[in-house]
Structure formats: structure tokens, C-alpha cells
T-cell receptor
């Protein structure tokens, strides 16, 4: 399978704990995105990487959230001191080096976080 | 501010019928409009996308109609099948922006009855 992969698929944690999610994009895709999706809503943008550079962070991304993409390959999203409001599906997407008009984003299966 | 408004929230169609989902956008800088299909517990899958220089794009049973002046676009699913039952999301993107982020609608839950 050469699609976007995410691990773990499910994570249950207690409030106040730290969690880390991993995303492996499609090979050679230089753009990587994190989105958050809550029940009954569309995905909401969190942050964007071009290669290893984090170029934008949404206001949704509080100081408890941090994302990295070392060497421009896989990415990690860490949430510190989790709160019940962090419970959501965390989606990763990647898109290829942009040829003219190419903006397709391919999503992974997501990590379902439940904070108890 | 909801930049992409999607309707209806839910839709029930008989097998073989046409499913129509509508979206309206506010940001005139959007110039790429994809539709995604999402099954429960899965990530969204890209179905079809359109740029505003064309008014219609067809891929198999899926067609996007685009009305730039009205800032509206719609997804038509012809010959709807039970396997099409899923949540559909429209989105907009500003390719001239700094981040290529997708702004999604709230989704339409489609049920196709056999």
C-alpha cells in the first residue's frame, strides 16, 4: 500500500497525558498537512509543512500542540496535557510537488483520539 | 465564519437515482474545488475536483457543475448505488495562498436505498 499511513489508528488516553501521532506521507510528496475532524463536521486545517519547514499553523493549534517533520519525510503531531476537547479524528494528508494546477491532497485513515 | 456552506445535511436516494449535493463558497480567492467521499472510520478520499475555468467536469458517474458568478458548485452522482452511501464533503482552496489548505463544508450524509 503506497498511500498515506497513520499510527496509531486509535488512542485512548486520560486527561493530562501527552500523546504523539505519526504520519507517513506518500513517497516524494513534499507537502504535508494535519487536519482535525470532529463528529458531524468537515476536517479543519491545523498545520502545513513544505519539506521540513512548518509554514503555517492554524489558530486551532494551541501551545499544547506541536508538529514536526524532520528531514521532510514522516511527521509527528504531539498534544501535551490532553483535554477532553481534544477528542477528535486527526487526519494527515500529503500532496505532490506542485506541477501546474496540481493541488490534490490525499488523506490517511486518521488517528481517533479519545480523552477520558 | 463558514466559508463553504454545504447542503443538504443528509440525503436519501433510491438505487439508480441521481444524488445532488450543493455547495456555496464565500472566498473569491478559491480556485480549486474538490469533492471527497468518506466512509465511517476512514479518511476522506478524493473523488473529483474542478478549477473555475470550466463549468462542468465528469468522471464516470460523478459530475461537478460550477457556477462562478453565483459562487456555487454541485456534485451529481448518476445511477446512485448502495455502495455510494457515505458522507460527502466539498472544499475550496486558494492556490495563490501560502499554505494550500483546504476549507471544507460540513458534509452531506448520503444514503442510497437498495
Amino acid at each position: 500500500d503506497t498511500g498515506v499511513s497513520q499510527n496509531p489508528r486509535h488512542k485512548i488516553t486520560k486527561r493530562g497525558q501527552n500523546v504523539t501521532f505519526r504520519c507517513d506521507p506518500i513517497s516524494e510528496h513534499n507537502r504535508l498537512y494535519w487536519y482535525r475532524q470532529t463528529l458531524g463536521q468537515g476536517p479543519e486545517f491545523l498545520t502545513y509543512f513544505q519539506n521540513e519547514a512548518q509554514l503555517e499553523k492554524s489558530r486551532l493549534l494551541s501551545d499544547r500542540f506541536s508538529a514536526e517533520r524532520p528531514k521532510g519525510s514522516f511527521s509527528t503531531l504531539e498534544i501535551q496535557r490532553t483535554e477532553q476537547g481534544d477528542s477528535a479524528m486527526y487526519l494527515c494528508a500529503s500532496s505532490p510537488r506542485g506541477k501546474q494546477g496540481s493541488y490534490e491532497q490525499y488523506f490517511g485513515p486518521g488517528t481517533r483520539l479519545t480523552v477520558t | 465564519q463558514q466559508q463553504v456552506k454545504q447542503s443538504p445535511q443528509s440525503l436519501i436516494v433510491q438505487k439508480g437515482g441521481i444524488s445532488i449535493i450543493n455547495c456555496a463558497y464565500e472566498n473569491t480567492a478559491f480556485d480549486y474545488f474538490p469533492w471527497y467521499q468518506q466512509f465511517p472510520g476512514k479518511g476522506p478520499a478524493l473523488l473529483i475536483a474542478i478549477r473555475p475555468d470550466v463549468s462542468e467536469k465528469k468522471e464516470g458517474r460523478f459530475t461537478i457543475s460550477f457556477n462562478k458568478s453565483a459562487k456555487q458548485f454541485s456534485l451529481h452522482i448518476m445511477d446512485s448505488q448502495p455502495g455510494d452511501s457515505a458522507t460527502y464533503f466539498c472544499a475550496g482552496l486558494n492556490s495563490g495562498g501560502s499554505n494550500y489548505k483546504l476549507t471544507f463544508g460540513k458534509g452531506t450524509l448520503l444514503t442510497v436505498n437498495p
